[in-house]
């Protein structure tokens, strides 16, 4: 038998032209450029987020009635100047990178991640955070991270497909969790487009070089610190089921509550819509109240108290609860920031609300399977729940219970809220306009 030669005409043929075309060599090239860069602006916003808590918190110590007189002023603020000047900038992120990717080569989508709605987005949401609103970066990294993943391509002349746009957003989950594979999964999963090869490998490669960047740079830190204990079986089959569907439900009743309020032919959307400065300006009341009730507790990602709940810190019962309004009223401001964190926080509340059930050893991660089902009840994202939730605490020995708790919070999240509510939120920016020649 005649074994083809590398160079023979017949045996080139057969191989994938994507493989030897110079145009390759750019895209490569614009992928590992901008994967660095997402990595390094990444940890830069984390810094500034960092930063705007501690100046508010910093602000509340010296006197509490911030609460009541700065947040609600700021909100007005900054909805005032998204809603003028950076509309595209509004909200978590997440659905404007879902919606560009569906398009991506409509000016429309091209605005959704343009360097101006990008630093208009990073601006407006440390102002958020600024303001003691109940928002999280990782929603905002996502959309920057595909206006930058787009943007280096354009200036290497390399075609932004919808594969590009993905790969930027699922660098900047990597990024801003220090979470790699989370970034596959959540690309692969809630922005959906990960269906062919060439996709694929363009977003797994995407994501470790930021990754591996981050790390680099960071330092190989657990974002909520480390959770080393494992819970019995018979433990497990209660509290699995027991989150799964209390804690689904009440996920699902948040994106339910949000879609009502802000979402496409929501039943208030168009009344919030007509006044939208008076709709800031009750909600950071709402926000700054809670605040100053709770001393501040309820205010920025909520990234100290989850930290402390899940390192089995004695946390109080309220605290979800409030968190849940504190998050749903920022939500529906209309003030750019994400809702990833406030979940994470959302969700440990309600994981410490179980904790009394179980050996007070083990509250740890009675928490963290309360937070695997509130958030999967809030994002349906399963998979990118569990990956994100086991890197952040550095734990293999809850996979298992928080795959189970998830797949059960995805089935109770949906009973109360049939769509999902990225994609859902992500067709109030669906591109409208004729292609871009």
């Known amino acids: 038998m005649k074994l083809p030669r590398p160079f023979d005409t017949e045996f080139n043929a057969k191989v994938p032209s994507e493989l030897i075309r110079p145009e390759d060599w750019s895209r490569r090239a614009a992928t590992l450029v901008s994967a660095v860069l997402i990595a390094l602006v990444a940890m830069g916003f984390a810094w500034a987020g960092d930063w705007a808590n501690r100046l ?4 509340t110590n010296h006197s509490r009635w911030v609460h009541l007189v700065l947040t609600p002023a700021m909100f007005v603020g900054i909805a005032a100047l998204t809603f003028r000047y950076a509309p595209q ?14 398009k991506p080569l409509r000016r429309t989508s091209r605005r959704l991640v343009s360097l101006r709605t990008a630093l208009a987005k990073v601006v407006l949401t440390l102002g ?3 303001a003691g609103g109940s928002v999280g970066r990782e929603g905002p990294t996502v959309q920057l991270g595909a206006a930058i993943m787009v943007q280096v391509h354009r200036f290497f002349r390399v075609p932004s497909t919808s594969g590009v746009y993905i790969a930027g957003g699922a660098a900047g989950v990597a990024a801003a969790f220090n979470t790699p594979l989370a970034g596959i999964a ?3 999963e809630e922005l959906a487009v990960a269906y062919e090869q060439r996709v694929a490998i363009l977003v797994m490669g995407a994501v470790m070089i930021s990754g591996l960047t981050s790390q680099g740079l960071a330092g190989n830190y657990v974002y909520f610190g480390q959770i080393t204990c494992g819970l019995p079986l018979t433990s497990v089959l209660i509290a699995a089921p027991v989150a799964g569907v209390i804690g689904g439900m009440l996920g699902g009743a948040f994106s339910r509550s949000l879609l009502a309020l802000r979402g496409p032919g929501g039943r208030f959307t168009a009344r919030f819509g007509k006044k939208p400065l008076t709709t800031a300006l009750v909600c950071g009341v709402i926000v700054g109240v809670l605040g100053f009730v709770t001393d501040g507790v309820t205010s920025g990602t909520g990234y100290e108290p989850t ?20 998050a749903l009223a920022t939500s529906a ?3 750019p920031g994400g809702i990833f964190a406030p979940s994470l926080a959302v969700g440990a509340g309600f994981g410490e609300l179980l904790t009394p059930l179980f050996p007070a050893d083990k509250a740890g991660i009675i928490v963290l399977i309360g937070m695997g089902g509130y958030f999967t009840g809030v994002v349906r994202a399963p998979l990118t729940a569990v990956i994100i939730l086991s890197e952040a605490t550095g734990t293999s020995s809850a996979i298992l219970p928080l795959f189970a708790t998830a797949l059960i919070g995805d089935w109770a999240g949906g009973m109360v809220c049939r769509e999902r509510l990225y994609h859902a939120l992500a067709k109030g920016f669906a591109p409208v306009s004729a292609p871009a020649r």
């Open 56 to 59: 508010f918190t910093e602000a």
């Open 128 to 130: 958020a955070l600024l």
């Open 307 to 326: 930290r402390m709940l899940l390192e089995g810190g004695a946390g109080e019962y309220w605290f979800g609860p409030a968190k849940f309004i504190a």
């Open 186 to 188: 959540f690309a692969i």
């Open 333 to 335: 401001s209309g003030i």
């Open 89 to 102: 900038a509004r909200g978590s992120g997440i659905p404007q990178v879902i919606a560009a990717s569906r």
